[in-house]
């Protein structure tokens, strides 16, 4: 365990970020000052490796977090491949220095000096985010996406911390939760007026629901939200056991253009050990059918540094990869997530070990350049594994608008469903309002007139 001093509470999150990445998996203590008696109180039971004292009265939060680094980073031999970006989107910065009329060089500069971000991810988020000013120049400033989410799965996978609730005990509140959705659908479509610029429907695993309530659902969102000039409708189809013939009809014949089949690794003793309840053959089969159903855009996600995967098993997933030819491949680290089966229940995963993601990172870019796919989006969370981050890939032209209009905050994302977070944007880049709506379902279907309120006035 290591305890971390803090004067005060300014910082706290940062500097807990900037230390776990340099110790991913020792327990962190802080203790502030106006706290140190009730410390004593406290029963710290593991052992403290050392004591960090931060000096939190710089008021300069970029200067204390480089003094930072160079400390762990004298203490360890380590270096973070992105210095001492925490909790800010890499794009971010080299996005607004582009929008300014500042040069790459400058850029990379910046990036290096003020951030210490190593030069390969500092030329990756430039390049990223060129990618995704293109993109954005594409879609109207006075435009709005629909988001719409469906919290069921047919099992639960060991690093996911989503809402999501079990097909099998929820299979009697799906035409009723597809009901409560549509009502809510109904009143945005009536008050916005004006169709969106995409619609993206997420989860969970959209198609877990039964096909009659699917059905209902897609045909009801076509009526409603389709016209000829919709840049992209994503449906996730993430579990590959959660689709057949009927239901990728159902998709695409209402207009869907976007959809996922999320293999996460092409290994069957890791989709075993992480409770994906499939085959490798079912991702075969599930991608045949959707390429036979006519979709050409198909996204795969992968994830790096899953249970007891070293490059060696992750080159194995990629050449399979390779074998798909994916449109989309988004490539992420293992983030270790609080409410995460692998994180409440550890004890059953700790003979599994967790290798550094940056050689695996870069076995995918490799596969990327070999399928012509294109980074187009980028982001990070905490504690990702090998502090490295997540990309999307694409083939040119057919890049995820809505990955990148979330991601940036270009415009407002009205949302329904279960756990749906509206966010309404008025200026690019600046997020003004969530409304989110309740997240279990029972609860959503009771008080839809409720969540139906909670938007009146936006
Ligand atoms: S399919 Fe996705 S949402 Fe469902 S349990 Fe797995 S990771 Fe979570």
Same mark, same amino acid.
């Given at each position: 365990?290591?305890? &971390?001093?803090?004067?005060?509470?300014?910082?706290?999150?940062?500097?807990?970020?900037?230390?776990?990445?340099?110790?991913?998996?020792?327990?962190?203590?802080?203790?502030?000052?106006?706290? /140190?008696?009730?410390?004593?109180?406290?029963?710290?039971?593991?052992?403290?490796?050392?004591?960090?004292?931060?000096?939190?009265?710089?008021?300069?939060?970029?200067?204390?977090?480089?003094?930072?680094?160079?400390?762990?980073?004298?203490?360890?031999?380590?270096?973070?491949?992105?210095?001492?970006?925490?909790?800010?989107?890499?794009?971010?910065?080299?996005?607004?220095?582009?929008?300014?009329?500042?040069?790459?060089?400058?850029?990379?500069?910046?990036?290096?000096?003020?951030?210490?971000?190593?030069?390969?991810?500092?030329?990756?988020?430039?390049? &990223? +985010?060129?990618?995704?000013?293109?993109?954005?120049?594409?879609?109207?400033?006075?435009?709005?996406?629909?988001?719409?989410?469906?919290?069921? /799965?047919?099992?639960?996978?060991?690093?996911?911390?989503?809402?999501?609730?079990?097909?099998?005990?929820?299979?009697?509140?799906?035409?009723?939760?597809?009901? +409560?959705?549509?009502?809510?659908?109904?009143?945005?479509?009536?008050?916005?007026?004006?169709?969106?610029?995409? &619609?993206?429907?997420?989860?969970?695993?959209?198609?877990?629901?039964?096909?009659?309530?699917?059905?209902?659902?897609?045909?009801?969102?076509?009526?409603?939200?389709?016209?000829?000039?919709?840049?992209?409708?994503?449906?996730?189809?993430?579990?590959?056991?959660?689709?057949?013939?009927?239901?990728?009809?159902?998709?695409?014949?209402?207009?869907?253009?976007?959809?996922?089949?999320?293999?996460?690794?092409?290994?069957?003793?890791?989709?075993?050990?992480?409770?994906?309840?499939?085959?490798?053959?079912?991702?075969?089969?599930?991608?045949?059918?959707?390429?036979?159903?006519?979709?050409?855009? &198909?996204?795969?996600?992968?994830?790096?540094?899953?249970?007891?995967?070293?490059?060696?098993?992750?080159?194995?997933?990629?050449? /399979?990869?390779?074998?798909?030819?994916?449109?989309?491949?988004?490539?992420?680290?293992?983030?270790?997530?609080?409410?995460?089966?692998?994180?409440?229940?550890?004890?059953?995963?700790?003979?599994?070990?967790?290798?550094?993601?940056?050689?695996?990172?870069?076995?995918?870019?490799?596969?990327?350049?070999?399928?012509?796919?294109?980074?187009?989006?980028?982001?990070?969370?905490?504690?990702?594994?090998?502090?490295?981050?997540?990309?999307?890939?694409?083939?040119?032209?057919?890049?995820?608008?809505?990955?990148?209009?979330?991601?940036?905050?270009?415009?407002?994302?009205?949302?329904?469903?279960?756990?749906?977070?509206?966010?309404?944007?008025?200026?690019?880049?600046?997020?003004?309002?969530?409304?989110?709506?309740?997240?279990?379902?029972?609860?959503?279907?009771?008080?839809?007139?409720?969540?139906?309120?909670?938007?009146?006035?936006?």
């Amino acid at each position: 365990m290591i305890k &971390i001093h803090l004067k005060d509470d300014r910082f706290e999150a940062d500097v807990r970020a900037m230390v776990q990445a340099f110790y991913p998996k020792t327990l962190l203590y802080v203790v502030k000052d106006k706290t /140190c008696l009730e410390e004593q109180k406290l029963k710290v039971t593991e052992p403290v490796d050392f004591t960090l004292d931060v000096d939190t009265a710089l008021d300069d939060k970029n200067e204390l977090k480089r003094n930072l680094y160079r400390d762990l980073s004298l203490r360890t031999g380590k270096k973070l491949p992105w210095g001492t970006l925490t909790g800010i989107r890499p794009t971010k910065i080299p996005m607004k220095l582009i929008n300014e009329g500042i040069s790459d060089d400058e850029i990379l500069r910046h990036l290096s000096e003020k951030y210490l971000v190593r030069r390969d991810k500092a030329e990756l988020s430039v390049n &990223i +985010a060129h990618a995704e000013h293109e993109i954005l120049g594409q879609v109207g400033k006075d435009t709005y996406s629909l988001y719409i989410h469906i919290p069921f /799965c047919r099992t639960r996978c060991a690093y996911c911390s989503f809402t999501s609730f079990p097909v099998k005990a929820y299979e009697d509140m799906m035409i009723p939760y597809v009901e +409560a959705v549509i009502k809510e659908l109904t009143y945005i479509a009536d008050k916005k007026g004006r169709k969106p610029a995409t &619609i993206y429907i997420g989860g969970g695993t959209p198609t877990a629901l039964s096909k009659d309530a699917l059905r209902k659902l897609i045909n009801k969102v076509a009526e409603l939200f389709y016209h000829d000039n919709l840049l992209e409708w994503t449906v996730e189809a993430g579990r590959p056991d959660s689709i057949d013939e009927e239901k990728l009809h159902i998709l695409k014949s209402a207009g869907v253009s976007r959809i996922s089949i999320n293999p996460q690794t092409m290994n069957q003793a890791t989709l075993d050990i992480i409770g994906r309840n499939h085959s490798v053959d079912d991702i075969y089969h599930a991608y045949d059918m959707a390429v036979n159903a006519g979709f050409t855009n &198909i996204n795969t996600d992968l994830i790096m540094g899953l249970p007891n995967e070293g490059i060696s098993e992750v080159k194995h997933t990629l050449s /399979c990869i390779e074998r798909l030819e994916p449109a989309n491949l988004t490539v992420h680290s293992l983030a270790r997530k609080h409410n995460a089966d692998m994180t409440i229940n550890d004890r059953a995963y700790e003979d599994y070990a967790l290798n550094d993601t940056e050689e695996m990172m870069a076995a995918s870019m490799e596969t990327a350049k070999k399928l012509n796919l294109k980074p187009y989006y980028l982001y990070r969370q905490r504690a990702m594994s090998g502090n490295q981050e997540n990309i999307g890939f694409a083939k040119s032209g057919y890049e995820g608008y809505y990955n990148i209009l979330i991601m940036e905050e270009y415009h407002s994302i009205i949302s329904a469903g279960a756990g749906a977070i509206t966010k309404i944007v008025d200026v690019p880049g600046h997020l003004n309002k969530r409304i989110e709506n309740v997240k279990d379902v029972n609860d959503y279907i009771k008080r839809i007139d409720e969540m139906i309120e909670r938007k009146e006035g936006i």
